[in-house]
């Protein structure tokens, strides 16, 4: 899975707006990421916020037998992409939201393409983690391994990550003390990418916060 990603610092109101002094312009960012999907299974995250972050309107032309999975709540809620004859359109079975900071399994009968568009509001966005099994993702477009998506701060001994990868199953990466380094690490270096998704095994119910500021 392959992403590309463009933030352009640009007023969202600036297509509504006209030379009156009086006009109002949005300090957010706004811009587009491109996720590739390969065959099969692919854990993916939408990014940025569109507006309307429902799967319909995110993924409106995936291929035919295209599966999406979101789990929360300790259950997969499951929705396929087919050919309604009522409707005389290929549309999803089920809609459910896709927001910044969840993620979502599709399992893609062929390769193809997601392009993202919305915006990154300034300020703070959080990402509330039950106890237990959780699937999501950085609630900002950034990239990093787990300490500079800012994961670790959210996190308490014995927690871990389970990032998926098409071509290698899962990476598994536990919290936990180091003896010879005499301080709490990652049992493993795991790199998530803008528009990607991962497992989060908790202890203990806790809340991931990232801010995000326009300068």
């Known amino acids: 899975m392959k992403t590309k990603v463009l ?9 509504v707006a006209t030379a009156s002094a009086d006009a109002v312009y949005s300090s957010n960012v706004v811009g587009y990421v491109n996720v590739d999907l390969l065959e099969g299974w692919n854990m993916i995250a939408n990014p940025l916020d569109s507006g309307n972050n429902m799967l319909s309107a995110l993924i409106s032309d995936a291929p035919l037998g295209t599966s999406a999975y979101k789990y929360a709540d300790g259950a997969y809620t499951i929705s396929f992409f087919d050919y309604d004859e009522d409707e005389d359109e290929n549309i999803w079975s089920k809609d459910f939201t896709l927001n910044p900071g969840e993620g979502v399994f599709i399992n893609a009968p062929a390769p193809f393409a997601v392009t993202f568009v919305g915006e990154v509001k300034a300020g703070f966005h959080s990402v509330t983690l039950p106890a ?3 699937m999501v993702s950085s609630p900002t477009p950034v990239a990093g391994n787990l300490d500079e998506i800012g ?8 927690d871990a990550v389970y990032k998926y990868s098409n071509l290698g199953g899962y990476t598994i990466s536990f919290y936990e003390y180091d003896e010879d ?5 990652w049992s493993k270096d795991i790199n998530v990418g803008v528009g990607e998704a991962f497992f989060l095994k908790k202890a203990e119910t806790s809340v991931w916060t990232r801010g995000f500021e326009i300068k």
């Open 7 to 15: 933030l352009i610092g640009a007023a969202l109101g600036l297509a």
């Open 132 to 134: 237990g099994w959780n």
């Open 151 to 158: 994961l670790t701060s959210a996190v308490t001994l014995g």
């Open 181 to 185: 380094e005499d301080e709490n690490l």
